[in-house]
């Protein structure tokens, strides 16, 4: 089971970072989802953390990590615009997506998501 934390309201120019328990999948990924909008996978990460992947439109500002020892998927953002208001949610596979990792048709288990809103 994963269970996303962490989602506010900020105002434009402000950061948050976004949890997700339950992450001993080998492949994890955050994923957002607008109203209206398509689902959009922003950044994925391997079992360890040696190797990630970003959408352009997040690769500067937000970081994926992981702690291993604590079971925990996180998702730092920084410089948050009007834009990036959406539910935001982590989702795993159990085995290696293929390209990018940032195809959410490719992965198996999802968290119910938390809500991040950016006021301008």
């Known amino acids: 089971q994963l269970v996303e934390s962490g989602g506010d309201s900020v105002q434009a120019g402000g950061s948050l970072r976004l949890s997700c328990t339950a992450s001993g999948f080998p492949f994890m990924a955050w994923v957002r989802q607008a109203p209206g909008k398509a689902r959009q996978g922003l950044a994925a990460?391997?079992?360890?953390?040696?190797?990630?992947n970003y959408v352009g439109s997040v690769r500067d500002r937000f970081t994926i990590s992981r702690d291993v020892s604590k079971d925990t998927l996180y998702l730092q953002m920084a410089g948050l615009i009007p834009e990036d208001t959406a539910t935001y949610c982590c989702a795993a596979s159990p085995s290696r997506p293929p390209g990018t990792w940032l195809d959410t048709d490719e992965y198996t288990y999802w968290g119910q998501g938390t809500q991040v809103t950016v006021s301008s």
């Open positions: 990460i391997d079992r360890d953390g040696s190797t990630t």
